[in-house]
């Protein structure tokens, strides 16, 4: 399946230069909101907007959730700079309304997308959770598992910021920092990821695991085009 992944916008709108039909898949790695340059009015309306096509084109659509989209839908916990008080009631709305159009993380065989990244060391912490016990399926892929206990008061696992983020212990999948995630990436995947800026698109690949870093939209207009 061909996939074009979107890194970080906050609020941009180059997303709408895409062909849709050019692709089987298109997945948003998250941050829709928060910016140093855009009014609150352009965030708002252009999230509006990437709702309204997922519910146009609901299977070819991914939307990913990031932190800066985290410390609104579940206000007032995980909260990051670059929160914006003054849009806080009408995005939290936003984002509750439509909670049921986005995802923590996407899967396609062994290619893992999520907003931040994971990390061997905190894919061990995750294993332990109490509630995987009672939530897990034999047919669950690790994109289920981290999509279904978001869904759960043991989510904080996932939104939990780490040591290079100002935290303690090891980034969550919407907050692990590159300095993590490229010295520790989880063995067996081929992840894509968005959060830690870069300045061109930056790839570690060993022959059964990788990484591709492409939040580079506070540079240049770019979309990673994957097959998998």
């Not at 907003?115 to 905190?122: D, K, R, V, Y």
């Not at 989880?186 to 939040?215: A, F, M, P």
Request: charged content about 25%.
């Amino acid at each position: 399946m061909k996939h074009i992944i979107i890194g970080d916008i906050h609020g941009r709108d180059c997303w709408q230069e895409i062909n849709l039909k050019d692709y089987d898949k298109v997945v948003f790695l998250g941050d829709y909101v928060d910016s140093f340059t855009l009014s609150d009015l352009t965030i708002y309306q252009n999230l509006k907007d990437i709702i309204t096509l997922k519910k146009k084109y609901a299977n070819k659509i991914v939307l990913l959730l990031g932190n800066h989209d985290i410390h609104y839908l579940y206000f007032p916990r995980y909260q990051c700079v670059g929160f914006r008080p003054s849009m806080q009631r009408q995005l939290t709305s936003l984002f509750y309304e439509n909670r049921h159009l986005f995802k923590i993380a996407y899967q396609k065989e062994n290619h893992i997308f999520t907003h931040a990244g994971i990390t061997n060391s905190w894919y061990n912490e995750f294993l332990k959770l109490p509630i995987l016990a009672e939530i897990e399926d034999e047919k669950d892929t690790l994109a289920d598992l981290i999509n279904k206990v978001d869904h759960t008061a043991q989510r904080y696992i996932l939104h939990t910021a780490g040591y290079f983020r100002g935290g303690q212990g090891n980034g969550g999948v919407t907050w692990a920092d590159i300095k993590e995630t490229q010295i520790d990436m989880l063995k067996g995947y081929h992840q894509v990821v968005g959060h830690s800026t870069v300045e061109k698109v930056k790839s570690i690949r060993y022959t059964e695991y990788s990484i591709t870093y492409i939040d580079v939209l506070d540079h240049f207009t770019y979309f990673h085009e994957i097959d998998c």
